[in-house]
């Protein structure tokens, strides 16, 4: 089993966001503090101009906002809304698969307001990602960079719809690599992008960029305190874009996915109410599960050794994996009997 950090679904929140819901109000309280003596000196007459390396650094920033601007959009359905990235020239652009959930049919709003139809191209909702298609547009494409090049402390910024305040943008670095986290729909997606960039309502299907303008991720979910159900500020969580480049480009040349490089066992499991593994409610035949000789009424109680609980146990362990990866499920029979099964995974198949 992986070492990756594993997460319960509770924790994370996907940031896709009703239009139902008018406002949001966010407190925070911040204490200036006046560092003087006796002098009585004016905080304004303290000021300092910026230094030339700080005034590069927000021209920067300046800059790239402005390049990125017009190829992020919103991605509207009947019932929420998202953000997304315009891909090519083409009028395709990719967002999550839980911004789009059931909809075949969109409203997408550039970054001047214009707004187009368009249509479901494809979805893969192990990686969480979808492709739609802007009809009649002439949206320019963003840059997407090389997201295995990515470093904890590198510099990003958030660009996005949230709380459907297009084009907002927040900042944060790069706080962690390669995290598995599972969304509250039971999906595990791996290999995570954690930022310190706050990720809100809306955010959803955006970008995270770093400061050369390139997109090096897709914002998705963020860390939800579970003392209090709060967002916890400064934890949020990104698809790289080097899983988002192959999932999309296959989307569009094939309308699904031909290769995921996403692990499949190939059952369908239901939760026992009394613990103590997962029964095996379906098994897909000729699928790596029933090749191990796995069957319907099964009870899947260890995974590399490890106690399962419930299904996101799996889910976590297999997005760790590879097709071709072997992995060896303890059985519980429906007659009671236990054994030790070595499955080889198989392709996730496209959707």
């Not at 896709?16 to 905080?43: E, F, H, K, M, Q």
């Not at 009947?78 to 698969?97: A, E, F, Q, R, Y």
């Amino acid at each position: 089993m992986s070492d990756h950090e594993k997460t319960h679904h509770s924790k994370w929140r996907r940031m896709a966001v009703r239009p139902a819901i008018a406002a949001l109000t966010v407190a925070a309280t911040i204490l200036l503090a006046a560092c003087g003596g006796g002098s009585g000196t004016s905080a304004s007459s303290t000021s300092v101009a910026a230094t030339s390396p700080a005034k590069s650094l927000q021209q920067q920033y300046v800059d790239t906002i402005g390049a990125i601007g017009p190829s992020v959009v919103q991605v509207q359905t009947s019932v929420g809304l998202g953000s997304g990235i315009v891909l090519d020239s083409k009028g395709n652009v990719v967002t999550n698969d839980h911004v789009v959930g059931t909809y075949k049919r969109f409203q997408v709003t550039d970054s001047t307001g214009k707004r187009y139809a368009a249509t479901l191209v494809g979805t893969f909702a192990p990686d969480d990602l979808a492709v739609v298609h802007v009809e009649g547009g002439q949206l320019p494409p963003a840059a997407l960079g090389d997201s295995s090049k990515l470093q904890v402390g590198d510099i990003v910024l958030a660009v996005g719809s949230p709380l459907g305040l297009q084009s907002s943008v927040t900042n944060g670095i790069v706080s962690a690599l390669g995290r598995t986290v599972s969304e509250s729909s039971g999906v595990a997606l791996p290999d995570l992008i954690q930022t310190s960039a706050q990720i809100n309502p809306g955010n959803s299907g955006g970008a995270l960029i770093d400061l050369s303008g390139q997109v090096i991720g897709i914002p998705t979910l963020a860390a939800i305190d579970p003392e209090n159900q709060q967002q916890a500020s400064g934890i949020g969580f990104a698809i790289p874009s080097n899983t988002v480049k192959s999932i999309a480009d296959q989307l569009i040349t094939d309308g699904h996915v031909v290769l995921s490089n996403r692990a499949y066992l190939g059952v369908e499991l239901a939760t026992l109410s009394s613990g103590g593994g997962v029964l095996v409610s379906s098994v897909t035949a000729n699928a790596p599960a029933a090749r191990a000789g796995i069957t319907v009424g099964d009870t899947i109680t260890t995974i590399s050794g490890h106690p399962v609980q419930n299904i996101e146990d799996i889910s976590v362990t297999l997005a760790d994996l590879k097709p071709g990866d072997k992995v060896a499920l303890g059985i519980r029979t429906p007659q009671g009997n236990t054994k030790i099964v070595t499955v080889t995974l198989g392709q996730y198949p496209g959707s």
